[in-house]
């Protein structure tokens, strides 16, 4: 078993549900334990930041005294999340003055921070601590056959902190591999997915989405795969208005990579969120489950490991 | 005799002086055990500072003399020779690396001072034991081994043969000619490559010095300067090149294709082929993983055979009884004087760089595979086409693509800028193409190469600078689409852009070829952080190595055009010359003796030698060393588990005493 203080961040438990319900669904079968941080509060996300960076910084600095008590790696599932706590993390360890302003501001609620924690995504954790060749043995069934485009976004890789090719990432797709799917060749893999700006300026970012989705599409992708739930708010839920906007019929349902993993350890779809996405992943349901159950009735269950 | 030191401290201008304040080490000097006299000055190596050593010996009667200066691998010759020039035995010398090993690397004065005062100190106690040594002089087998035959090796090797030595050409390749045999035009007068290259390559084949060893590797060398022994595996052709005639039939029955690797996988070549159309040696050979007779013959199968037989009613097959299936690889031992390595470069692989999409998309190219496109030799004839075989309207040229560049090779490849104008250049000629060329600095820095930078410019091809963040082919408006977009920031104007394009030429820069490793390490070459083969000093000792009789020519030492390339090849040429010429070379005193009382015969030392110097004597049951082959490396003197072998001018005595020396 291995230990982890668990951050969820605010979209885990709203926007993405999917998310922060599937990373927990998926922590037991895999020998994890995420442990939630108490009492924990908001990243700070990219506005803070751009406005009042030190504050900003502050802000995330809490959770990581927090999760300094308890000494464990702090564990995201959030690509945002990772970024700005990664962000302040890095700023601390590095510049001491800062450090000594923020402990000043942190000591008002009786907390210090030295700088020991590693922030981590939930990706890496499942790339490099569990590993591909692990999850592979766990799983109950492959999904074998299934095509799916990894979408990686932009905050799971840059800034660059040393984990995966900034430009071409792969990370992603192993773990796809790893439960017997097709990770389809995804050139606009780390592209922008638009982020807030679906807020004020929605025809510049349906055209990036909408390029996402014919670059998927046209590669042979049954649905996308992100850890991101920015990303898959984006694209899942400004699909129909896509749709409507440029006269297209895009129907890809966006899973969280958690929730396939979840699928495919044989976790109920309704434990793993799946009916909080808003494009319907029915077809990839039935996909898998009609596949199981020729499977089953030909006495071949594809059981690995 | 009482020891009477001298030590010299050298500032080296102030490469020394800067850091290390050499009047005070010169006066901590002057204090220890056993020194005459102890000077500082400004250059000791220059002719009045060994005048000033000389005169010491002669006046103060010096008999031994510790200079603290450079690395021995620099100045130790020159000294040695200077008190020789004095009477003293040469190997009453030491030298104390006070710049490499202080001024260099310090920043603290104090410190500095500090360190260098230990190390004099150290090589002060350390002469105190020195002995008298004789060095030996061995006679210099007259023959050459050049490995690698492109233009670097031909060009080393026909100079060495046309002044009367034997040179053993060897080539991996079943041809030689490397990678200018693949070129189209050479920069910057646009002579055709092949024009330039073909007769020399035909002048190695046949010049009555040369042995000619293609599609061979060397598989062992050992030896030392002057007389190295050299293993070389040729590999079984499965084809008598004395009966080939080169004619071709056989080639044309061959039913098997597969993708020819000197056309870079544009076109196929058949099972049994001919490298290239000018290949030296004019022969065929067979490949063995595609031949259909040969892959039948390892299950027990006599399977086609038709280059062999011929077909029914068709053409006959080999009429002079050329192809022998039977034929083995052979293991030949050469003995050669010295050894020019010459192996020359790989190009980049771009698929490394996946936002350029070479392997992804159609019409990204790299410049080698545009050189076969562009050559009329090659397999579009000289037409420049896309792969649907139309002509392009619009190509973007993509310098330092894995040059320049920290994740992939830090250093400038040298070539790329030109060889990328010559192509714009050509692009014109054969085609009505719009030529982009994205280039982050234009390096024409060789002769007539900046006249043909402005030759090019007033041809209107267009320079962009900014390096292209990526090759795409979304489209996002029109124009775009069925097109090839670079993105690119355009640094003139400060701005993002987007250009579509028909085709992408990638301008690949040059790397050290795969198999590097394993030929630095067979011949004992260094090798230097961007991978290539180290010279021995980049300035003034270029195509030398550390180990004595191997040189360098070409590409495997870094990236370089052909006139670099020929110029150093020269320059490496003459090296062996001149050994050949002198007949003798000086090899070192310092050589291994084991104590025959104190040695038990267990031959350990016998296995560890790497230069086979150590035989035993069943007689007397105990070890000996050879002093001619002993190179004095002392992996022996570690390997004798009962302390029976010592190394002269290595002793115990003196390297405790210079441990002594450094701590106190």
Same mark, same amino acid.
């Given at each position: ?27 037991? $079968? ?24 030190e504050?900003?910084?502050?802000v ?5 005294a ?18 700005t ?8 360890? &590095?510049?001491?003055?800062? %450090? ?11 907390? &210090? ?18 590993? $591909? ?10 999904? #074998? ?14 800034? #660059? ?5 900034t ?28 982020g807030?700006?679906?807020?004020? &300026? ?27 739930? %920015? ?33 495919a ?20 349901? #039935? ?19 | ?20 304040? !050499? ?24 002719? /009045? ?13 010096? *008999? ?16 040695r ?8 035995? /040469? ?51 007259? *023959?050459?081994?050049? =490995? ?5 090796g ?44 073909? /007769? ?14 293609t ?38 029955? !061959?039913?098997v ?22 290949? =030296? ?8 993983? *595609? ?30 009884g ?22 020359g ?28 496109? =562009?050559?009329s ?59 982009y ?31 292209p963040?990526e ?47 394993? =030929?630095?390490r ?13 010279e ?20 495997c ?41 104190? !040695? ?6 016998? *296995? ?24 004095? !490396? ?27 020396g450094?701590?106190?």
């Amino acid at each position: 078993m291995k230990y982890y203080s668990f951050f969820p961040g605010c979209s885990a438990e709203s926007t993405g549900l999917g998310l922060g319900l599937s990373a927990e669904a998926i922590a037991e $079968p895999l020998d994890m334990e995420l442990v939630e941080l108490e009492d924990w509060n908001c990243c700070g996300s990219t506005p803070y930041g751009s406005l009042a960076e030190e504050e900003s910084i502050a802000v995330a600095a809490r959770n990581l005294a927090l999760a300094e008590k308890r000494g464990l790696d702090l564990v995201t599932p959030c690509s945002s999340c990772y970024v700005t706590l990664s962000k302040a993390n890095r700023h601390l360890q &590095e510049h001491p003055t800062l %450090l000594a302003q923020v402990n000043e501001a942190l000591a008002v609620a009786d907390l &210090e921070y030295h700088g020991s924690i590693r922030v981590r995504h939930i990706v890496y954790v499942l790339y490099n601590d569990i590993t $591909p060749e692990s999850i592979a043995s766990k799983i109950k069934w492959g999904l #074998d056959g299934l095509k799916i485009a990894p979408y990686y976004g932009c905050q799971l890789v840059r800034p #660059d902190y040393g984990l995966d090719d900034t430009e071409f990432p792969h990370t992603l797709d192993r773990l796809v591999e790893c439960l017997g799917a097709e990770a389809v060749d995804f050139p606009l893999k780390a592209r922008c997915c638009g982020g807030s700006l679906t807020l004020s &300026e929605e025809d510049r970012v349906l055209g990036l989405i909408r390029s996402l989705l014919q670059s998927a599409a046209e590669n042979g992708a049954q649905c996308l795969v992100t850890p991101c739930p %920015l990303c898959q708010t984006n694209l899942d839920a400004y699909q129909s208005r896509v749709n409507a906007r440029f006269k297209t019929s895009y129907k890809l349902p966006v899973l969280f990579i958690t929730q396939l993993i979840g699928l495919a350890l044989g976790i109920e779809a309704k434990s793993l969120g799946m009916n909080t996405n808003i494009v319907s992943p029915r077809e990839v349901l #039935d996909y898998i489950y009609n596949r199981i159950n020729y499977m089953t009735t030909h006495q071949k269950v594809d059981k690995r490991g | 005799m009482e020891p009477r030191i001298g030590v010299f401290i050298c500032h080296c201008g102030s490469n020394i002086a800067g850091t290390v304040d !050499c009047e005070e080490v010169a006066r901590f000097a002057g204090g220890l055990e056993g020194v005459a006299v102890a000077r500082d000055y400004k250059f000791m190596c220059s002719d /009045p500072g060994q005048e000033l050593i000389k005169k010491d010996i002669r006046e103060l009667g010096l *008999n031994r003399v510790v200079v603290a200066s450079c690395s021995p691998t620099m100045h130790e010759p020159t000294f040695r020779r200077a008190i020789q020039e004095a009477g003293l035995n /040469p190997y009453f010398f030491e030298m104390a690396n006070i710049r490499e090993h202080v001024s260099w690397v310090s920043v603290d004065k104090l410190k500095a001072t500090e360190r260098a005062k230990a190390l004099v100190a150290a090589a002060v106690r350390r002469v105190y034991y020195h002995q008298p040594l004789e060095s030996r002089e061995v006679d210099i087998n007259p *023959n050459t081994l050049v =490995v690698g035959g492109g233009i670097a090796g031909i060009q080393a090797a026909l100079k060495i043969a046309d002044s009367g030595n034997k040179v053993y050409l060897v080539d991996k390749n079943p041809s030689i000619g490397g990678h200018m045999a693949q070129l189209d035009k050479t920069f910057p007068t646009l002579d055709c490559s092949a024009c330039i290259l073909t /007769p020399k390559m035909t002048l190695a084949g046949s010049h009555p010095n040369i042995e000619l060893l293609t599609y061979s590797e060397v598989e062992e060398v050992s030896g030392y300067v002057g007389n190295f022994k050299v293993k070389i595996r040729k590999r079984a052709r499965y084809i008598d090149l004395g009966k080939c005639t080169g004619c071709g039939r056989c080639v044309d029955i !061959c039913p098997v294709k597969v993708p020819d690797e000197f056309e870079q996988g544009l076109s196929q070549r058949k099972a049994i082929y001919k490298p290239f159309a000018q290949a =030296v040696p004019n022969k065929v050979l067979i490949d063995p993983e *595609n031949c259909l007779h040969l892959k039948g013959l390892a299950k027990g199968k006599d399977v086609c055979r038709l280059c062999q037989k011929g077909v029914k009613g068709g053409i006959i097959g080999c009429e002079t009884g050329a192809i022998d299936f039977e034929q083995q690889d052979e293991v030949i031992e050469v003995e050669v004087g010295s050894v020019i390595v010459a192996t020359g470069f790989k190009l980049f692989d771009p698929g490394v760089i996946y936002q350029y999409g070479y392997g992804r998309l159609e019409n990204v190219i790299t410049s080698l595979e545009f050189e076969r496109i =562009v050559n009329s030799a090659g397999p579009t004839s000289g037409h420049i086409v896309l792969k649907d075989g139309s002509e392009p309207q619009s190509i973007a040229l993509i310098h330092c693509v894995g040059s320049r560049d920290e994740q992939y090779h830090e250093y400038c490849s040298r070539v790329c800028c030109m060889y990328s104008m010559k192509f714009a250049h050509l692009i014109k000629e054969h085609t009505s193409a719009e030529v982009y060329e994205f280039y982050i600095d234009i390096r024409s820095f060789g002769k007539g190469y900046e006249e043909f930078y402005n030759r090019i410019l007033e041809e209107g091809t267009v320079f962009i600078r900014g390096k292209p963040a990526e090759v795409t082919n979304i489209a996002e408006t029109r124009e775009e689409e069925g097109k090839l977009i670079v993105q690119f920031e355009d640094t003139l104007v400060g701005k993002q852009r987007r250009l579509p394009v028909d085709m992408v030429v990638l301008s690949c820069g040059l790397e050290p070829p795969g198999d590097v490793e394993a =030929v630095g390490r067979m011949f004992n070459i260094s090798r230097s952080a961007d991978g290539f083969f180290l010279e021995k000093h980049p300035k003034l000792d270029p195509v030398a190595t550390m180990t004595d009789g191997i040189f360098l020519a070409g590409c495997c030492q870094g990236p370089k055009d052909i006139p670099d390339t020929v110029a150093q090849a020269l320059a490496a040429a003459a090296e062996a010359l001149a050994m050949i010429s002198r007949g003798k070379v000086e090899v070192e005193a310092a050589t291994a003796i084991i104590n025959e009382k104190l !040695c038990t015969g267990c031959q350990l030392c016998k *296995n560890v030698c790497p230069y086979s110097a150590i035989s035993f004597d069943e007689e007397k049951k105990v070890c000996r060393v050879n002093e001619a082959l002993c190179k004095g !490396c002392g992996a022996c003197v570690g390997g004798c588990p009962g302390d029976a072998i010592s190394l002269s001018h290595y002793t115990n005595e003196q390297i405790l005493a210079q441990m002594e020396g450094a701590l106190t």
